[in-house]
């Protein structure tokens, strides 16, 4: 799992290159999935981990497109790209298929009943709520 999630976090660090803000938040919303994740029943650590590093992938595209980003644009241009990254890594394409999902409504009312969705969600309004948002 050491080794998925260093992969995983290369990804987020090249895609999001001198952005530290938001490479931080990712990381932070990581740690906060992994804890409340210590909870959870029938939890897929892999899509979790993937999901909590590359939920807000889609700010980088949706700011050089339309000039900002909102949760709206974020869940919009955010699983195509995870997708490529993913893919890029072997990831198990059913995998990437929930990841997707997952990215394209966590900001969203929930469509799925995932618990990693769930988990993704919590971990990041602790993390807004305690960066100011």
């Not at 900002?68 to 995870?82: D, V």
Request: proline share 3%; aromatic share 8%; with cysteine.
């Amino acid at each position: 799992m050491v080794y998925f999630k260093g992969r995983v976090t290369k990804l987020l660090v090249d895609y999001f290159e001198n952005d530290f803000r938001r490479i931080t938040h990712a990381l932070e919303v990581l740690k906060y999935s992994e804890i409340l994740m210590e909870n959870a029943e029938n939890c897929d650590n892999e899509i979790l981990v993937a999901s909590a590093l590359l939920h807000d992938i889609g700010i980088k595209q949706s700011e050089e497109i339309l000039g900002y980003n909102n949760g709206k644009t974020q869940e919009e241009y955010g699983p195509p790209i995870a997708e490529k990254l993913l893919t890029s890594i072997n990831f198990p394409h059913g995998k990437i298929i929930k990841v997707c999902e997952i990215i394209a409504n966590h900001h969203s009312p929930s469509r799925h009943d995932y618990v990693e969705l769930k988990i993704l969600k919590e971990a990041d309004r602790i993390v807004n709520k305690l960066e100011g948002g």
